[in-house]
T-cell receptor, first 116, second 117 residues
Framework: AQTVTQSQPEMSVQEAETVTLSCTYD???????LFWYKQPPSRQMILVIR??????QNATENRFSVNFQKAAKSFSLKISDSQLGDAAMYFC?????????????FGKGTRLSVIA | GAVVSQHPSRVICKSGTSVKIECRSL??????MFWYRQFPKQSLMLMAT?????????EQGVEKDKFLINHASLTLSTLTVTSAHPEDSSFYIC?????????????FGPGTRLTVL
């Protein structure tokens, strides 16, 4: 079974600064997808960024980028120019690329605080 | 965009009663829906995978007779918590995918907070 580990229960960052959230995962599969989801106080899950394992290029979405190290099974999220609205729980998630509609496996989350 | 709704957003019920939670895909047909449970300050744990027209597949440790899942149409899945107890109090979240493959994006509903007194 796949597992996802987020070793930072809480992080904080000054507004406009950069912060990196860590995520490692364990799998024996070679093809899969990795995600970062944001869960604000409203509890609505919001997709932040997605990475296909077969792609070497790191995904980026505006201020959000990832550092995907497949050999190390590491998938960190970098948030640049942090904004107050970035404060939320961030979950790293894994999804198998095997046939069929596979579910997401989530890490325990990192609570990010943004300091004005 | 793809929108998934859940109803109710929060519900309080007495111990021993049953509660039904609806998950609807509003602007797309969902071949597969997933039900997750989230305890306070914890992660989302998959409860079951629901495919339209077939029986749900439950994760190990999830009682299928207690958490009844029905996916009768391509836009609606329901989760019924039967004979609810205080330990069933939690946040329940559904997600839905258009297609039947792992490349299909999962869209999340806003969740339902269940409190059992």
């Amino acid at each position: 079974a796949q597992t996802v580990t987020q070793s930072q229960p809480e992080m904080s960052v000054q507004e406009a600064e950069t912060v990196t959230l860590s995520c490692t995962y364990d799998t024996s599969e070679s093809d899969y997808y990795l995600f970062w989801y944001k869960q604000p106080p409203s509890r609505q899950m919001i997709l932040v960024i997605r990475q296909e394992a077969y792609k070497q290029q790191n995904a980026t979405e505006n201020r959000f980028s990832v550092n995907f190290q497949k050999a190390a099974k590491s998938f960190s999220l970098k948030i640049s120019d942090s904004q107050l609205g970035d404060a939320a729980m961030y979950f790293c998630a894994y999804r198998s690329a095997r046939s069929g509609n596979t579910p997401l496996v989530f890490g325990k989350g990192t609570r990010l605080s943004v300091i004005a | 965009g793809a929108v998934v709704s859940q109803h109710p957003s929060r519900v309080i019920c007495k111990s021993g009663t049953s509660v039904k939670i609806e998950c609807r895909s509003l602007d797309f047909q969902a071949t597969t829906m997933f039900w997750y449970r989230q305890f306070p300050k914890q992660s989302l744990m998959l409860m079951a995978t629901s495919n339209e027209g077939s029986k749900a597949t439950y994760e190990q440790g999830v009682e299928k007779d207690k958490f009844l899942i029905n996916h009768a149409s391509l836009t609606l899945s329901t989760l019924t918590v039967t004979s609810a107890h205080p330990e069933d109090s939690s946040f329940y979240i559904c997600s839905a995918s258009r297609g039947a493959g792992s490349t299909d994006t999962q869209y999340f509903g806003p969740g339902t907070r269940l409190t059992v007194l």
